[in-house]
């Protein structure tokens, strides 16, 4: 089998992520154990996954946000009166998918 010109149909055919997946499975003697359902399995998610990131990083971008923040950097050990409860209730995006409002209201800290 002809390795290399496969992976470079794949590129061909827009499936870049999936092609560098299967040079580097074919590498790896830990994929020789895998079943041909599972190779393919974890080609289709690298790929999936390399599209999801793409998707997302061109939506940040457009988005032009003026700071990278995550919900991961707050520092809920600052007295706030924030509820860590609440805090991560929201995080988990719940509201959301409820149809609910949020209405977010304080000071903001101008030096972070």
Do not use: Y
Request: net charge neutral; aromatic share 4%.
């Amino acid at each position: 089998m002809l390795i290399h010109p496969m992976a470079e149909r794949l590129r061909g055919l827009g499936l870049a992520a999936m092609a560098d997946a299967f040079l580097d499975m074919h590498n790896q003697s830990a994929a020789d154990d895998l079943s041909r359902e599972d190779w393919l399995g974890l080609l289709i998610d690298r790929e999936v996954t390399a599209r999801d990131n793409k998707r997302l990083g061109r939506r940040l971008n457009l988005a032009r946000l003026r700071q990278n923040a995550v919900v991961e950097d707050a520092d809920l050990r600052t007295p706030r009166g924030l509820d860590r409860g609440l805090f991560q209730s929201l995080t988990t995006c719940g509201w959301i998918r409820d149809s609910h409002h949020v209405l977010i209201g304080g000071p903001c800290d101008p030096t972070t």
